[in-house]
Nanobody, 116 residues
């Protein structure tokens, strides 16, 4: 079965860095677009960054210049390097694999807390 497992979340001070990883299994990882979303209580899940099968990336404006998404098709992993973290980056972060309209898979999420 398909599994997406996030790791790397935690508590970090403002201005600090974290690197999230998502390990995928059960899919042909190289053909999927991979997304990172985040969600805070009472708000809709927000698309933070995406990387296509060809490596094209896109980011929400609020993280441009601070976050970098990358993928390793040999290890079936997608990562999100988060620098210069702010309190407003506090959220549960989810990875998502998508291909076409119907093939969408989510991880269980990892908590990121930015606080002094």
């Amino acid at each position: 079965q398909v599994q997406l497992v996030e790791s790397g979340g935690g508590l970090v001070q403002p201005g600090g860095s974290l690197r999230l990883s998502c390990a995928a299994s059960g899919i042909d990882f190289s053909i999927y677009t991979m997304d990172w979303y985040r969600q805070t209580p009472g708000k809709q899940r927000e698309l933070v960054a995406m990387i296509t099968r060809s490596g094209r990336t896109n980011y929400v404006d609020s993280v441009k210049g601070r976050f970098t998404i990358s993928r390793d098709n040999t290890r079936n992993t997608v990562s999100l390097q988060m620098n210069s973290l702010k309190s407003e980056d506090t959220a549960v972060y989810y990875c998502k694999a998508r291909f076409g309209v119907t093939q969408n898979y989510w991880g269980q999420g990892t908590q990121v807390t930015v606080s002094s």
